[in-house]
């Protein structure tokens, strides 16, 4: 998907980079600012409007979350304010630290999230398998 220029949420020992720069949890990247063209995985559980909301504001990146399209967050930050949602085949497998294979798979199926033009022509050209959801065109009313 080219490269990055930061990950705002990145593990401190990572198998690989995930872009040019990255801010671990001793960073803060809540708090720190945010540049360039944007990786996101952001950590799962209650903190993912959090960070989905810094990057539906940045609005040049990429996010990785689970496709939990009845949620608040889903609703708030992808579905209103995303330019693509690309709805991956399958399940993600997960690796290790130390680039192992976790034991335990995705328990959810997963999307990946496109800010801009720019970034979803980079979900289209990856190769990846799923279906493509372009935002625009679509008119969304919260009941």
Do not use: Q
Not at 22 to 41: A, E, M, P, S
Not at 46 to 68: C, F, Q
Request: net charge neutral; with cysteine.
């Amino acid at each position: 998907m080219d490269t990055f220029d930061l990950d705002p949420c990145s593990p401190i020992n990572r198998p690989w980079n995930t872009a040019r720069n990255h801010y671990t949890i001793d960073d803060n990247g809540l708090i720190k600012k945010w540049f360039g063209r944007v990786w996101l995985n952001p950590p799962y559980g209650n903190a993912v409007s959090v960070w989905l909301d810094l990057m539906a504001k940045h609005n040049n990146g990429i996010a990785l979350v689970s496709a939990r399209t009845e949620t608040k967050w889903f609703y708030k930050y992808i579905w209103s304010a995303a330019h693509s949602v690309l709805f991956l085949k399958g399940r993600l497998t997960f690796y290790n630290n130390d680039g192992s294979k976790a034991n335990n798979s995705s328990g959810a199926p997963s999307c990946l999230i496109a800010y801009d033009e720019n970034n979803t022509d980079a979900l289209i050209n990856s190769g990846l398998e799923g279906y493509l959801l372009f935002m625009n065109g679509i008119f969304i009313k919260e009941t």
